[in-house]
């Protein structure tokens, strides 16, 4: 594929086990055949390496840039000629019911927390299920996972044409958050599931967020959250951007008595959802 320079490959590769964070960028001038670059993530995104967390990252490693691939009549192939196309008229919203899943930062538990949802949309009685990972860095992890449990068809930014939705204050971004929007709103589906990757100002979540406030402001919004604290402080700024919080789950209900105290703080339903607790969310 082509790689613009600018472009920032930025965030954790999509392990909810450990933090395996990995910062890293597009170089000037773009990648060059026969440089040597660093695998940044475990989709197989490659640049310049900046820094990275203390953990263990097996993906993390060097490899040489052979060139970009090409089609049958020798023109440069980029992710963007593969993506999901916009229609040229608004198609449809179907009206399923969304639920989005956002969080205070990365491996907070967010895809734990989505699917976990997922389950119990599907024994309500809502099998038809659209999963979006709407922003972050792109890997199989969390669409492998949603599909595990039934969720069909599964998007994430790849599938519009981008890698990462890194860095934050892309131009390009609110187009192609409105075709992952189209592609997902205009299912025949019983609900669309989307989960933020990174945290709630990072990756341009922001920018995603309000778009769908515009195109659904009836989203029920979960947010994950490491402690009771972080839930109190993420509230708030959801609260500024027109948002309100419909169930808080995460780390910060781990135990009785700190779930009751991001309740008491945040003055909202809190629940452990990687225990299996059921939300009354439909």
Not at 247 to 270: E, K, N, S
């Amino acid at each position: 594929m082509t790689i613009a320079p600018g472009d920032v490959f930025l965030g954790t590769p999509g392990h909810r086990e450990s933090t395996r964070w990995v910062v890293g960028s597009v170089p000037d001038g773009g990648l060059l055949p026969g440089n040597e670059y660093w695998v940044l993530a475990d989709c197989g995104a490659v640049g310049a390496f900046i820094g990275d967390s203390p953990r263990e990252k097996g993906h993390l490693g060097r490899v040489t840039f052979l060139g970009i691939a090409q089609d049958a009549d020798g023109a440069s192939l980029n992710i963007r000629q593969f993506a999901v196309g916009r229609a040229t008229a608004r198609v449809a919203d179907q009206g399923a019911a969304v639920f989005l899943v956002v969080g205070t930062s990365s491996e907070v538990g967010k895809t734990t927390a989505a699917v976990n949802i997922l389950r119990a949309l599907r024994k309500s009685g809502r099998p038809r299920v659209v999963a979006l990972k709407a922003t972050g860095t792109s890997s199989l992890t969390e669409l492998h996972s949603y599909e595990d449990f039934g969720a069909a068809p599964c998007f994430d930014c790849v599938d519009f044409g981008l890698p990462t939705t890194y860095p934050s204050g892309r131009p390009d971004i609110g187009g192609v958050f409105e075709a992952a929007l189209d592609a997902c709103l205009s299912a025949v589906a019983d609900a669309v599931l989307v989960e933020c990757g990174g945290d709630i100002l990072g990756a341009n979540v922001p920018a995603f967020l309000s778009i769908l406030r515009r195109r659904r402001p009836d989203a029920k919004l979960i947010l994950v959250a490491s402690d009771s604290l972080a839930a109190l402080g993420a509230k708030s700024v959801l609260g500024e951007m027109g948002l309100a919080v419909t169930l808080v789950a995460g780390p910060c209900t781990d135990t009785p008595t700190i779930q009751q105290r991001t309740q008491d703080l945040c003055g909202l339903p809190a629940l452990n959802l990687a225990r299996g607790g059921v939300p009354a969310l439909f």
